[in-house]
């Protein structure tokens, strides 16, 4: 089928809440490139939101689905075990960097699944029922993860009342006038207004903020923010759906820090494209809830497992942490040269290749939404695949492949560029 007529159907049959505005649809795709349906390349500075730090269709990852494949599709963890299961279990419990020495992972589907699930476990652990998040931060679309995130638009405009017990400070954002001091008194503010500290689960934050424009929390006010739950008992949950396996040029973002928290959620790129999540935490945290608590019908699906396994291979054996920071810095030095050349390029920024720019009204230094949504869409006619994001939607963030080749990610940056001295030149 061709494009037209395949957007013909999706305008005819898919919600028009979860209908993509995209006209072209995927064919196959390689690496950080992707063909339509009509034959036209495009080159995916996007990656899935964020999915597919080793690129379409890692050959590592292909393989082990396949052989998976051949043997067990699913059961339901919790009917009756398998190997990748545990496998991966004990893998990332030895990977991630939470409190203690012992620890234990739930696999679930989806990165709002995994959040979910670690205010559940938090909740059982304390006896408490408060969660305290960020402005802009981000953690899914079910209605415990909307209340916990935010922004109201497109996400929860529509949606009515939010579960209650869910409070939020301000997230530390230097850019934008927030200091990380401003943001520890804005914490005090809500054990004031809001929620006492006895009565305080849990606080969940984004080390590196994902939608919410790719700021960056300091190593300063994580440590800040460790020491204060540790004083109130309070869990600190680190959510790492976007920042995880490899972006930052760390396998976790908060690992540059030295901040060990007591929760981390992961997802996205854990499987690369297959549909997977994470929490994994200290033991006894983990252990809180009663049998059969946790858990769901396709939670940890073989597959999936797999998959996971094969990418933590491709990242300690293929360098993908090296490959991570040194795409980091070209991506930097790129986003630093266009600033000197355009007015309205600003606040150039980057962890490991967690990288983003934002545009500006060069008069008033405001932000500027719309000069972001015409440059992304240049790209798209240009033939590049390119997402904002930011609690302004003035960011411009990239998340192409880590595995991308050098002449891939220079044409697409060629792209950017191009769009810009057209439009703000």
């Not at 979910?116 to 679309?141: L, P, Q």
């Not at 934050?205 to 004083?231: H, K, M, N, T, W």
Request: negative net charge.
């Amino acid at each position: 089928m061709t494009n037209a007529e395949l957007d013909a159907m999706k305008t005819q049959y898919v919600a028009s809440g979860a209908a993509s505005p995209a006209t072209a649809f995927a064919e196959r795709a390689e690496n950080a490139e992707i063909w339509d349906a009509d034959g036209r390349r495009w080159i995916d500075f996007a990656g899935g939101i964020g999915v597919l730090n080793l690129g379409h269709r890692h050959p590592r990852v292909v393989e082990a689905v396949r052989a998976q494949l051949d043997k067990v599709m699913h059961t339901c963890a919790t009917v009756m075990p398998y190997a990748p299961y545990v496998q991966l279990a004990k893998r990332l419990c030895e990977l991630t960097p939470t409190r203690g020495t012992a620890r234990k992972a739930l696999l679930v589907n989806a990165g709002a699944e995994a959040l979910e699930n670690a205010v559940k476990i938090a909740r059982a652990a304390t006896g408490r029922s408060g969660v305290i998040c960020f402005d802009g931060g981000f953690h899914g679309r079910t209605f415990m993860t909307l209340a916990m995130t935010g922004k109201v638009l497109p996400y929860k405009n529509d949606f009515g009342p939010m579960p209650g017990d869910v409070f939020r400070a301000p997230y530390p954002n230097p850019i934008h006038g927030i200091s990380d001091e401003d943001a520890l008194a804005g914490l005090e503010t809500v054990f004031k207004t809001d929620i006492a500290p006895h009565r305080t689960a849990a606080i969940v934050i984004e080390p590196v903020q994902g939608e919410g424009g790719f700021y960056a929390a300091s190593p300063a006010f994580l440590q800040a923010l460790r020491a204060l739950c540790d004083e109130h008992g309070i869990l600190l949950i680190a959510d790492e759906v976007q920042s995880g396996f490899g972006r930052t040029g760390k396998l976790f973002a908060i690992e540059h820090s030295g901040v060990e928290p007591d929760l981390v959620t992961m997802a996205k790129s854990l499987a690369d494209g297959m549909p997977l999540s994470a929490v994994v935490g200290n033991a006894a945290v983990m252990d809180a809830s009663g049998p059969g608590s946790l858990g769901g019908t396709y939670g940890g699906n073989p597959l999936s497992c797999a998959a996971a396994l094969a990418v933590i291979e491709a990242i300690e054996e293929e360098d993908i942490l090296g490959k991570s920071e040194r795409l980091g810095r070209a991506l930097g030095e790129r986003f630093a040269a266009w600033e000197s050349r355009f007015e309205a390029v600003a606040h150039s920024r980057h962890l490991g290749a967690m990288a983003a720019f934002e545009f500006v009204d060069p008069a008033s230094g405001k932000p500027d939404p719309a000069l972001t949504q015409a440059v992304c869409a240049k790209a798209r006619e240009k033939g590049l695949i390119l997402l904002s994001c930011g609690f302004y939607a003035n960011t411009i963030r990239v998340l192409v492949p880590l595995t991308a080749p050098g002449e891939v990610v220079e044409e697409g940056l060629a792209v950017i560029e191009a769009a810009i001295a057209e439009l703000a030149g």
